[in-house]
Each structure stands twice: as structure tokens, then as C-alpha cells.
């Protein structure tokens, strides 16, 4: 019985973190990501240029704005956009608020802003945390 509960748990876990609805037999050379996965990109894009500024101690700093659209893009699969998203979409935009005009560290602001990433995708996607979590800067 444990082995079958295990197994069942890996099961989900992969199902999980593939992150990846579509049907199986689909071969990976068709894949197209979604909107919302290229917004994604550009938005781990965004963040790993902010990082490399702020480690680079410099004034100019390149503020993500990718996330803008984050509730409009299609996504991979229909009705994920639900008001758990929104929630979390709005708390990932008020991040960027205050990472560009808020107060205190730089560092601190800025890894708010890549902890909301990690809560949603808590929530919705959880392949990616781990690339995810190698954006943190240590304080
Ligand atoms: C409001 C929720 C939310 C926030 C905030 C969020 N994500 Fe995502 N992310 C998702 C969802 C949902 C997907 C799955 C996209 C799809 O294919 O529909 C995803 C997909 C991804 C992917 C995989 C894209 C692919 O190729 O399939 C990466 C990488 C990623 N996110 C990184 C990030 C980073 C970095 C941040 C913060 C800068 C972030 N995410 C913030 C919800 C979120």
C-alpha cells in the first residue's frame, strides 16, 4: 500500500512539475510554448539582467516590466487564469512597484520580487521553482 501511495505521489509530482498539460503523445519539435510561458521568459530575462546589476553594484538598473501582461496572455492550459492567479499576479506587480520606487535595500526589494515567482508558482506550476529559486541574491 505505501509503495502504491509513493508511487501515486511521484506520479503527480512529474505530472505536476512538467508543468505541461498537453497530451502525451505529442513530440517535443511540435511544442509551442504558450504566451503566458514566453512572458515568462522574458520575465526570468528581466530578473537575471536586474540581478547581474545590482551584483555588479550599479545605479542603473533595467526594471522588469514584462510581468504587465501577465493576466491578458493566453496560456497553456484554459482556466488557469482564475482569481488565485489574479491574487498572485497582483502581488508579483506590487513587488515591481516597490522594487522600482519603494525604500530599503535594493537586495531585499529585489528578492521579494523573485519570492512572488516562487509563491505562485507554488500554487500553479512547480517545475520551474528551482530555476526559479537560483535567482535569489544572498543577503
Ligand atoms: C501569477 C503567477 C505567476 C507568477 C507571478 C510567475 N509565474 Fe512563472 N509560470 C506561471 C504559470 C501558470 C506558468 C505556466 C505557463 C503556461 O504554459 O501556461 C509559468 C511558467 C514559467 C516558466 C516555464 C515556461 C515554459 O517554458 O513552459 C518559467 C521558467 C517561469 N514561469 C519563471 C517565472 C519567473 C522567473 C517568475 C518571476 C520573475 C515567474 N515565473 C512568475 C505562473 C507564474
Do not use: W
Not at 512572458?39 to 516590466?65: C, Q, T, V, Y
Not at 526589494?109 to 519570492?115: H, P
Amino acid at each position: 500500500m505505501r509503495i502504491l501511495i509513493g508511487s501515486f505521489l511521484a506520479l503527480a509530482v512529474l505530472g505536476f512539475s512538467a508543468c505541461n498539460k498537453k497530451p502525451v503523445q505529442e513530440s517535443p519539435d511540435v511544442y509551442e510554448p504558450s504566451e503566458l510561458a514566453l512572458l515568462m521568459h522574458a520575465m526570468e530575462a528581466e530578473n537575471l539582467r536586474l540581478r547581474d546589476s545590482i551584483l555588479a553594484g550599479s545605479e542603473e538598473l533595467p526594471f522588469p516590466k514584462a510581468f504587465t501582461h501577465l493576466t491578458e496572455a493566453k496560456p497553456t492550459q484554459e482556466g488557469t487564469i482564475n482569481t488565485d492567479f489574479h491574487a498572485h499576479a497582483n502581488a508579483y506587480k506590487l513587488a515591481m512597484e516597490r522594487l522600482e520606487f519603494g525604500e530599503g535595500p535594493i537586495t531585499t526589494r529585489y528578492n521579494v520580487g523573485i519570492q512572488a515567482c516562487v509563491n505562485c508558482h507554488n500554487s500553479f506550476c512547480n517545475g520551474p521553482i528551482p530555476r526559479i529559486k537560483k535567482l535569489f541574491i544572498s543577503e
